[in-house]
């Protein structure tokens, strides 16, 4: 049986990877420090024999014992409000925390696939963008703190690769969603679906001529599969390419709730980038793979989802741990 080791287990992408690599018939050790995370993500799979959880932090030394197959490293704080509210926790886990997992990675002998992301490119210039382009990011704003680590995050992973040999695979995921966000994690899809959930306006920063483009995550978690399962060293970006602008979104998401609040605009965040859209030409041609799902299926799935959850979320003011986390 093949092993796995799946940090940022109890988030939204690491417990949707969790399922899959359980669905493939895999050991699976799921870690998370959860300040972010939430077990009720993996609850289900407690039960499972062929899972097992460690409540670690990743920016310290990482002991896993047994044999490992493949890592894939998917902690970090991912929502803008959640890296302005601990910058260095976010920077320790994309620096130190990729560090330690190479260095599991190379003594096992295991195969490392990092979670990168389109924030490299920063507010990008180039448009689509393509992994050729080495991006335009603000090293000292508010964003810094993720996009940096995440950039040190590739080269470390390169250098161990180059260096070492080791087996390194790079993804740079696009903006993703789906059941098990936080609700009020501040990224804009759960935000405009708890809003229009609560009765609220929709609050559109900046004029809404911001555009992003929404992959749906089961597309891209098998997008990560096929990545991992490949031989292909350079980063590849995984995303939908429809691109939408927020303002048009937020129409979308008032026709999909049928609510009867309206749009409300606030300031737009320091360094917002202007426009998202990935060139997934790299991932046809290496991986066979192209999103499947459209928005419309993927936002009714994530709407009903939402609705699902017990009323008191739709009130609480985070789904984390970060006062308790801070503290020690
Ligand atoms: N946004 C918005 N209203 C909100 C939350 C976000 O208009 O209540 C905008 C935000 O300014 C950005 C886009 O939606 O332009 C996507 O933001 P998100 O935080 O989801 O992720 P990002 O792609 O910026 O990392």
Redesign the pocket.
Known sequence: MKSVLITGAAGFLGSHLCDRFIAEGFRVIGMDNLITGNLKNLEHLFSHKNFEFYHHDVSKFVHVSGELDYILHFASPA???DYLKIPIQTLKVGAMGTHNLLGLAKAKNARILVASTS?VYGDPQVHPQTEAYWGHVNPVGPRGVYDEAKRYMEAITMAYHTFHGLETRIIRIF?TYGPRMRLND????P??IG?ALRGED?????D?S?T?SFCYVDDLVEGIYRLLMSDYASPVNIGNPNEIT?AD??EEIIKLTGTSQKVIY?P??TD??MQ?QPDITKAREILGWEPKVDRAEGLKITYDYFKSLPEEDLYRKDHNNFEEYIKR
């Open positions: 929502s803008p409000i924030e903006n501040g990224r804009v899809l935000a405009f809003q929709l609050t559109v920063f900046g809404g911001q992003r927020i979104f937020a606030k737009l965040p917002d980038p998202r």
